[in-house]
């Protein structure tokens, strides 16, 4: 049952750090993922800030160096559809059109697909678990399947946005608005692993917020977003990977591979881009890459599946990427 908190819609940017700056607030963008947290107790917020109606934090453009920037609030969907997105940073697009389903696309943000809270089932639910505070990660000794098997501990959720780790493959940016003014960080060091610190996802601060995404111009960039689910409808990864490789002659010069399903973060296999950079991608390059992204996979009870299986999705990618 929801729990009793004020709303309040600001006219502006700067009226909605000062609203979100106070003690309990918590923001609303599309409320997809906001509004079941708040129902399932999963954490309780006082006063609800909706940014929705912010026209500076919408649209999606190109900027003058020829890269592009995406409102925060810009939809799933628009995301997914935009021609510069589709023609130049095609694993987003390929990333947006995984999320979800098509209603959730079309109220879905790409800031709070970024922000979205961990869906691991024991946090989710009425557990006390050390992302809550509590003692213990209940996936340890527990129900196992769908957590991670790189980068876990002392927690083991795996992050649930497809679009982020095509974004942390284009090196794309958040712009990020707060008390203190704005900064700009890359999105691979927006997420924050458990071991640094397990009741945090991001680096956001109190009153925080993202503005926008910036992606550097594309500059001749092939680029691919896998996603493996359990089922043939709208699911979380099990296992995903977005690519995103500069070629010359057949060899690659250039390489982001960045994986979803497999870890508390956005994960770049920088082990995967070590092997493939200065290679072509022939059988063998492909074998070794898909295992070098496996070596230090540390599996739990019920997740060792997981294994094989980004090993054979990595190599069915890389063959496909490599045909161009
Ligand atoms: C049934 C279901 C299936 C789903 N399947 C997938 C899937 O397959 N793949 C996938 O990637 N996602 C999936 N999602 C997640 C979905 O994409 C997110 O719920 C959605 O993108 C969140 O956007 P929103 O605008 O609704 O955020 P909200 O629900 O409003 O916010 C989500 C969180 O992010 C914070 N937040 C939002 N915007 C910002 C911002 N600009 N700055 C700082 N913090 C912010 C909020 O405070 C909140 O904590 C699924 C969700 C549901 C409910």
Known sequence: MLTNFSYTRPKNLKEAVKQLASPGAGLHAGGTDLLGCLRDNVFAVKKLVSISGLKELKGIAKTSDNGLRIGSLA???????????NERYSSLAQAAREVASPQLRNQGTLGGNLCQKPRCWYYRGEFHCLRKGGEKCFAVAGESQYHCILGGGPCFIVH?????????AFDASVRIAGPK?????????????????????????????ITEIVLPPARGLR?????????ASWDFALAGIALALRFNDGVVTHARAVLSGAAPVPWRSRELEAAITGSKLDADAIAKAAAAAMQSAQPLAENAYKVPLFRGMIEEELAAIGKG
């Open 223 to 231: 680029s691919s977003y896998r996603k493996v689910r359990a089922r």
């Open 75 to 85: 939809t799933i969907a628009e995301v997914a559809e935009h021609p510069v997105v």
């Open 181 to 209: 003014g704005s900064r700009t960080v890359p999105v691979e060091r927006l997420f924050v692993l458990p071991g640094v610190d397990v009741r945090r996802e991001t680096v956001l601060g109190p009153g925080e917020l």
């Open 160 to 168: 649930p946005s497809d679009t982020a780790p095509a974004l942390v």
